[in-house]
T-cell receptor, first 112, second 115 residues
Framework: EAQVTQNPRYLITVTGKKLTVTCSQN?????MSWYRQDPGLGLRQIYY???????DKGDVPEGYKVSRKEKRNFPLILESPSPNQTSLYFC???????????FGPGTRLTVL | AQSVTQLDSHVSVSEGTPVLLRCNYS??????LFWYVQHPNKGLQLLLK??????LVKGINGFEAEFKKSETSFHLTKPSAHMSDAAEYFC?????????????FGTGTRLLVSP
């Protein structure tokens, strides 16, 4: 089954404790992206990657890092999480040949 | 700059009555437009998309949307609401920048369906 998976689905952590949210897709897509969803703001892009070793900032990249060492994986790294990063995070992927992005199930992160 | 505005944060309907979720877009280019749905505690599912082939676009679960360039609108409709339609709906415009596609999301419309 074609899908985008994220782990963990739920995470509660404390300020300053480094964490990584993993994202993996099995569709051989070149393009992957991370979004955060906050009430009243819709989804905003954090980082995106056009292919292996090619990443760039989206609209709200502060406090986040990403890496793209393999085509299927695009982890989101929070080196020193803060409470304002409490949010619902979505990973997405797409092929450059089509318009449609495929979204993962989301990761709900709470930073205390 | 490309953007979308969802005109209602909440819409309430009764089961069996029509649904209208409004979206206006701003784009310098001929846009690609999408509607996504998010059910409670679920991920995002593509409902339908417009990519200039036809102005009336049919999607899943009986939803459709009409692209109106003169009004810069892409409203989502359904003739008869079902309880299972209760969810949050996002209007999205695709921004083509050099070699990649960026999605710009509206702020969402929560659809409430009462019996």
């Amino acid at each position: 089954e074609a899908q985008v998976t994220q782990n963990p689905r739920y995470l509660i952590t404390v300020t300053g404790k480094k964490l990584t949210v993993t994202c993996s897709q099995n569709m051989n897509h070149e393009y992957m992206s991370w979004y955060r969803q906050d009430p009243g703001l819709g989804l905003r892009q954090i980082y995106y990657s056009m292919n292996v070793e090619v990443t760039d900032k989206g609209d709200v990249p502060e406090g986040y890092k990403v890496s793209r060492k393999e085509k299927r994986n695009f982890p989101l790294i929070l080196e020193s999480p803060s409470p304002n990063q409490t949010s619902l995070y979505f990973c997405a992927s797409k092929s450059p040949r089509v318009d449609t992005q495929y979204f993962g199930p989301g990761t709900r992160l709470t930073v205390l | 700059a490309q953007s979308v505005t969802q005109l209602d944060s909440h819409v309430s309907v009764s089961e069996g009555t029509p649904v209208l979720l409004r979206c206006n877009y701003s784009s310098s280019y001929s846009p690609s437009l999408f509607w996504y749905v998010q059910h409670p505690n679920k991920g995002l599912q593509l409902l339908l998309k417009y990519t200039s082939a036809a102005t009336l676009v049919k999607g899943i679960n009986g939803f459709e949307a009409e692209f109106k360039k003169s009004e810069t609108s892409f409203h989502l409709t359904k003739p008869s609401a079902h309880m299972s339609d209760a969810a949050e709906y996002f209007c999205v415009v695709s921004v083509v920048m050099t070699r990649f596609q960026k999605l710009v999301f509206g702020t969402g419309t929560r659809l409430l369906v009462s019996p």
